[in-house]
């Protein structure tokens, strides 16, 4: 029973365009979110992250928003470019819980010039 | 500052065999964790520690054992090694509850 999911295994985007990867959960007391994006060989990277108290966090490129109501999450990218191609990875925990994320199976994201 | 750091980056084992994963952080972070992370699916979460002294179960502790007797070091212990328990292992840390966790390189292993 997953509690994170990603539903699309795969994205392709031009180079320029708006990527947008998805993110669904099913256990309510979630209250903190994140994405890690992951190149091969590498550990996971944090990129961006949102609390259940709001309903948008942008830093740069990057914009992730949370409907709470549909336990859904997007992360955007604007604009994409070759150098975001990787694995996403949504994760959601509960603060003051361990710290202890839940992760989904990741979106490969390739930008093509 | 290095961070997390792991090793072994690479390891192959025969069933039955046990070994120890090390995982250590110069970051002063009290939350360590260990997630395997298996084809197509996403980071499952093996043991957690709050601080020195401290260690839980997460998702998926059956054949891993922990230990947590430095804030700096969170090793992950296999039993006996088991052909399922291949995969890529990764030890996180965090300064606390709700901060940005950060992630090692990862560690391969194979049980043949």
Known sequence: DQQVKQNSPSLSVQEGRISILNCDYTNSMFDYFLWYKKYPAEGPTFLISISSIKDKNED????????????????????????????YFCAASVTN??????????TRLMVKP | NAGVTQTPKFQVL??????????????????????????????????YSVGAGITDQGEVPNGYNVSRSTTEDFPLRLLSAAPSQTSVYFCASSRSSGNTIYFGEGSWLTVV
């Open chain 2, 14 to 47: 025969k069933t039955g065999q046990s070994m120890t994963l090390q995982c250590a952080q110069d970051m002063n972070h009290e939350y360590m964790s260990w997630y395997r992370q298996d084809p197509g699916m996403g980071l499952r979460l093996i043991h």
């Open chain 1, 60 to 87: 740069g490129r990057f914009t992730v928003f949370l409907n709470k109501s549909a336990k859904h999450l997007s992360l955007h990218i604007v604009p994409s470019q070759p150098g975001d191609s990787a694995v």
């Open chain 1, 97 to 106: 819980a361990g710290n202890m994320l839940t992760f989904g199976g990741g």
